[in-house]
């Protein structure tokens, strides 16, 4: 297999490079040619070898890693910086552009403190979400997780991601404290109370002195994330899980008014999320379950579906946690405004049947236990999968306007939409999966126009994408055009200071160093 | 809140924390209810992936295991029938298949890293796979 060397880079630089690189980490940990298929991104709209890396680079520790950033910086080659988790739908683990290299930080996985008193653990990239748990269980510790739905996500990687949970600590990024962070030219730097020699509160307070610089870290390419503090929620003394289900699809203009002031007000503690039936059913069974007609399903078979699995077409899942009494008190407030609207119906653990997946994974996401059952909602039809997360208020109005737009444009590709509405502290993520078979060239056709489609039409309406497959990344970043694109300038300033080669991540977040002279393309 | 009310707020929710049952669906965090311990600085925390049933119960189960919400079981099911909805004692599935399925993927199944198996590890993997249940 011939390699797709980075653009711009000579063959005899590159071999030159990849000798340099194995006296320091050992061939084993370069990874080139046919054992790069695991680097691979199958699940997406374009073929995987289009972005086929020229090799793959596993360092062991920072020292390891500061090296590989000296030999990058003398020959121009760029890395792209991975972590531990799959990241499905937004490109696994493939790089940016074929040619580049994949610095893949999977061998720093140490757990490196768990500290009981103020909870928090400080972690390496490497740590995903099972092993930190089963830490955790291993030495009893009275702290929980907050995990995404697929357990096998990194811990870092997804908070950089601005990924969340399900817990009240659901937002990873907002519960972290603390990064130490390597930089282009292989500076080490610590944030916040981090940068004090002998600090004793890196992990316990966010800011230290002067300007915070942790956010400018995530979803982005400013620098590698060597560790990161995350604070843990210790276990209540109760915590009871509770979805509320609702007959009609307009009922979801409702549900939301009703849902802001408790999310306001904190009542409802953790994450709201409100499940379409489509995304109910695609974790329970491929869609050759529901129907064998190719068209997208429509609003009257979804009810009907809904009846069938004993559903709403709206199942908003949450959980009380606290003192038993606080608990009872608060779920008596949440169950008299949610149920307010006719037809809806309120369950609990018990009420579902024993083997719901929905229910269980549901439950146990909730309380911090990781797990992949959500997963099967890529059986739905044929793997491929891309996720949209469109943000606007949490209001009925925009709830419903967000809702009837993924549904229109998913539909008008001929994908069915598969939606579920995430409460947050003020916002509302319209989190829609495009579902198609990568093998059928004409659906991932579909697929990649679809995307756009979303990330435009969403855009146009005032609702901003979070987060984007590498397709996208330039797509939705023009959306983020304001002030004669005045954040974009100011990341490139950024850029140009700390990396002016593009050594690392070249064009994750649309952001290019201003000497870039290659593709920018995605 | 004054100091006094804050330490006892705290003290009462420490001694709920470690003596109360949780509560949960499945009990599975309520297991954990005992004495917290700290992992200090600077200790490694390797998982413990010695044999072909650790690996496999560490990266297959969730998705490979018996019961509801499997997706890997639920694929095979979906296409090869109930009696081969679980892959632990498939002994028709030859080694070199199992291993390249892992570290390539295959449709819905998820390629694996070298960084997170390794050759030697899939190789037990392979073998536990194909082993009578």
């Known amino acids: ?522 | 809140m004054n100091k006094l009310i804050t330490v006892a707020l705290g003290a009462g929710l420490a001694l709920m924390l470690t003596s109360c049952g949780n509560g949960g669906p499945d009990g599975e965090t309520s297991a954990s209810a005992q004495k917290p311990s700290s992992v200090p600085p600077g200790e490694r925390t390797p998982i413990a992936l010695n044999t072909g049933e650790e690996l496999f119960n560490h990266y297959c189960l969730q998705c490979h295991g018996d019961g509801e919400g499997k997706p890997g079981a639920n694929m095979l099911e979906q296409k090869h029938g109930k009696e081969k909805r679980l892959i632990k004692g498939r002994d028709d599935l030859p080694a070199i298949y199992i291993k390249t399925v892992i570290r390539d993927g295959l449709l819905e199944m998820a390629p694996f890293r070298f960084t997170e198996i390794s050759d030697e590890q899939l190789d037990l993997v392979a073998d536990y796979v194909r082993s009578p249940n």
């Not at chain 1, 653990?121 to 748990?133: A, D, H, I, K, M």
């Not at chain 1, 990024?173 to 282009?184: D, K, R, T």
């Not at chain 1, 400018?216 to 109760?238: D, L, R, S, Y």
């Not at chain 1, 069974?285 to 979804?302: C, H, K, Q, V």
Request: aromatic fraction near 10%.
């Open chain 1, 1 to 522: 297999m011939a390699t797709t060397l980075p653009e711009g880079v000579s063959s005899s630089d590159f071999d030159q490079a990849i000798r340099e690189i194995v006296k320091i980490i050992g061939d084993e940990w370069v990874f080139r040619e046919s054992d790069l298929s695991p680097y691979l991104d199958h699940m997406s709209a374009v073929p995987a070898e289009y972005r086929m890396p020229s090799a793959a680079l596993a360092p062991a520790d920072i020292e390891q890693t500061q090296a590989i950033l000296k030999i990058a910086n003398r020959f121009s080659l760029p890395l792209w910086t991975y972590g531990n988790g799959k990241n499905w739908a937004y490109g696994g683990p493939t790089p940016l552009h074929a040619g580049y290299l994949v610095l893949d930080l999977k061998r720093m996985s140490r757990i490196l403190e768990v500290n009981e008193e103020s909870g928090y653990v400080l972690v390496e990239p490497g740590v995903s979400y099972f092993q930190l748990y089963q830490h955790l269980q291993d030495i009893g510790s009275n702290l929980w997780i907050d995990c995404a739905a697929p357990g096998w996500g990194g811990v870092i990687g997804n908070a950089l991601e601005h990924g969340a949970g399900y817990t009240p600590y659901a937002d990873h990024y907002i519960m972290s404290c603390g990064m130490e962070v390597l930089l282009a030219d292989g500076s080490l730097v610590r944030t916040g109370m981090g940068a004090m020699p002998g600090s004793k509160a890196w992990q316990q307070f966010k800011y230290g002195y002067g300007p915070t610089l942790d956010g400018m870290f995530t979803q982005g390419n400013f620098g590698i994330v060597t560790k990161m503090g995350f604070w843990m929620m210790p276990k209540p003394p109760m915590y009871k899980p509770f979805m509320f289900s609702y007959e009609n699809e307009t009922d979801l203009h409702a549900v939301m008014d009703i849902l802001r002031p408790l999310k306001l007000n904190m009542i409802w503690q953790n994450g709201a999320v409100g499940e379409h039936i489509g995304y109910s059913a695609s974790v329970l069974g491929p869609r050759s379950d529901y129907t064998n007609d190719r068209a997208p399903i429509t609003s009257e078979r979804w009810s009907e579906i809904a009846k069938d699995l004993n559903l709403g077409v709206w199942n908003f899942y949450g959980a009380c946690y606290g003192l038993p009494s606080n608990v009872e008190m608060q779920f008596g407030a949440l169950k008299q405004a949610m149920t307010s609207v006719p037809g809806s119906r309120v369950w609990l653990e018990g009420d579902r049947a024993p083997d719901d997946a929905g229910w269980n994974y549901r439950a146990k996401l909730m309380q911090g236990i990781p797990n992949l059952t959500e997963f099967n909602l890529v059986n739905w039809d044929g793997g491929g999968h891309l996720n949209f997360s469109p943000m606007g208020p949490m209001s009925g109005r925009d709830s419903t306007k967000l809702y009837n737009l993924m549904k229109e444009i998913t539909n008008g590709y001929g994908f069915d939409h598969l939606t579920e509405v995430v409460g947050t502290f003020r916002g509302m993520i319209a989190l829609t999966m495009v579902m198609f078979d990568p093998r059928d060239e004409d659906a991932a056709k579909r697929a990649d126009a679809c995307s756009i489609d979303i990330i435009q039409k969403s855009a146009a309406l005032g609702y901003g994408e979070l987060k984007a497959n590498l397709r996208y990344m330039n797509t939705v970043m023009d959306c983020y055009s304001g002030q004669d694109n005045g954040l974009m300038k100011t990341l490139v300033k950024i850029k140009d200071a700390l990396d002016p080669q593009g050594i690392l991540s070249p064009g994750k977040s649309a952001i290019w160093p201003s000497s870039w002279k290659h593709s920018r393309d995605n």
